[in-house]
Nanobody, 112 residues
Framework: VQLVESGGGSVQAGGSLRLSCVASGIIFSSIPMAWYRQAPGKESELVAAVSSDGTTHHADFVKGRFTISRDNAKNTLYLQMNSLKPEDTAMYYC???????WGQGTQVTVSS
């Protein structure tokens, strides 16, 4: 079972990034998926989640700016991040929480 994230990088405030997470070794379409992030010196926090039927949840601090989605045909989870702020700087992790599987993370750095 493996989750591999990509799409992180460095952008200026107000910019956009799209994170991707490709899953293998799991029945992706039937599993709830989520994005978490962890900034240096801070605890991990849930950014967004999507159920197997496509129902989404976004943390208040990203509502209106980030959008989680999934493409079950491609076994891929996405996080579209718009209007990025310096406080969004963190390592972002893809997770199949119910399976106890996490990706290795992708770094997002937003400069002011």
């Amino acid at each position: 079972v493996q989750l591999v994230e990509s799409g992180g990088g460095s952008v200026q405030a107000g910019g956009s990034l799209r994170l991707s997470c490709v899953a293998s070794g799991i029945i992706f379409s039937s599993i709830p998926m989520a994005w978490y992030r962890q900034a240096p010196g801070k605890e991990s926090e849930l950014v967004a989640a999507v159920s197997s039927d496509g129902t989404t949840h976004h943390a208040d601090f990203v509502k209106g700016r980030f959008t989680i989605s999934r493409d079950n045909a491609k076994n891929t989870l996405y996080l579209q991040m718009n209007s990025l702020k310096p406080e969004d700087t963190a390592m972002y992790y893809c997770a199949a929480v119910t399976e106890g599987v996490w990706g290795q993370g992708t770094q997002v750095t937003v400069s002011s």
